[in-house]
């Protein structure tokens, strides 16, 4: 019996094949696979799979894929097909609502909120232990609360959202769009360009605007912030803790703990747990 467990990110597929006591690790690019595919190939070749679990950053409902920025999706209903198929459990989740099981494990919080900021903006929101999921599983997408006009657009079609000003697909349209070469956020941070500067204040202030919305909105006892941006600049958990007053509801900040993510792939970890 075998258990494969697939991280779907914005940038990575990564999967674990646990097999016989031994773990399988990949990692290949999501944009050059077609997910139909990755799973049909592995179910050929593994054929005592009896469980799956993928985290997928983009939008699923009850197994059905909604949206799929960032891999080719043959047939959204994947859960049904490849269950039927193959005779096996078949689990799917949003990589945010993932990376939130993981953290609530971790920490045993009842109201907890998760900011993630990597290729994507991303955000859960556990309420008294449960996670909120709104009526398609949709709750909770900050990176596409309108922020900013910017003169391109969104995965979403809108041309406003934070995501645009505050994740890593968004300031690789900022650098393009301004002949920019790609920086990383210490590089943009020291960069005298006038340019560089307006991206990174945008950046900055996008982060905290969506840390102090989900504090404002949700009113949750610790606000995890993650995503491979804020992990390799863990100064930004500093800036947030410094500036949400400015931003967010005082009465919602009291007692609030604001924390970095201790996961190196929550979402990983919570396609386990699904
Ligand atoms: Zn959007």
Redesign the pocket.
């Given at each position: 019996m075998s258990k494969l467990y697939i991280d779907i990110g914005g940038t990575y597929l990564r999967s674990e094949l646990l097999e016989k006591g031994k773990v399988h690790k990949e990692k290949i690019l999501s944009h050059r696979v077609s997910l139909n595919e990755y799973l049909e190939k592995r179910l050929k070749r593994y054929p005592d799979i009896t469980l799956i679990g993928i985290s997928f950053a983009g939008q699923v409902d009850h197994g059905k894929i909604l949206s799929a920025p960032n891999i080719t999706v043959e047939k959204a209903d994947i859960k049904r097909y490849i269950e039927k198929k193959y005779g096996v459990v078949l689990k799917i989740d949003n990589d945010l609502n993932c990376a939130l099981l993981a953290e609530k494990q971790h920490t045993e919080e009842k109201n907890m909120a998760l900011l993630y900021i990597g290729t994507g903006m991303g955000s859960a929101v556990l309420e008294q232990g449960n996670v909120v999921r709104g009526e398609r599983n949709l709750a909770y997408e900050i990176?596409?609360v309108p922020f900013k006009k910017a003169p391109f657009k969104?995965?979403?079609g809108?041309d406003n959202?934070l995501?645009?000003f505050s994740s890593g697909s968004g300031l690789e349209k900022w650098y393009a769009y301004y002949g920019l070469p790609p920086m990383t956020i210490e590089e943009l941070k020291c960069s005298g360009d006038k340019h560089a500067k307006k991206i990174y204040k945008n950046f900055l202030e996008g982060i905290l605007r969506a840390s102090a919305t989900i504090v404002t909105l949700s009113n949750p006892k610790v606000l995890i912030l993650g995503g491979g941006i804020i992990i390799s600049n863990p100064f930004l958990k500093e800036k947030v803790e410094k500036k949400i007053r400015k931003y967010a509801l005082s009465s919602n900040l009291e007692g609030l703990d604001i924390a970095l993510s201790q996961f190196k792939n929550a979402s990983m970890e919570g396609a386990k747990l699904l």
């Open positions: 990176g596409h969104c995965g979403c809108k959202c995501e645009l």
